[in-house]
């Protein structure tokens, strides 16, 4: 939960902070996506467009429990996705 800050000083080291954290998790969650590509057949496979949505439903659903924007929760995670997209395409290609 969001604490009131007395400055924007404050609000930039609680930014700054949320942004180590969440770029933890950002590696943590790659090291996973590169794990995927040893399960799958082809390209088409791991670009896998219904878990993609099954993704986004989810965080849909999550932010609106947590009290984030659903639309910016969506946004960054299209984005996010796209992206690690590309990493296992090219983690898929060293393997064939
Ligand atoms: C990690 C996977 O591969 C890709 C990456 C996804 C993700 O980052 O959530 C979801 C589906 C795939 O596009 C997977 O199929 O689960």
Redesign the pocket.
Known sequence: MAVNCDSLEQVREKIDGLDRQIISLIAE?GA??SQ?ARF?KDSDA????Q??EQ?IAKVRALASELGANPNVTEEVYRA??AA??EQ?LAEHLALS
């Open positions: 969650r996973y996506v995927a799958k791991v670009r896998a467009p878990r993609v993704v996010m996705i690690f997209i296992e």
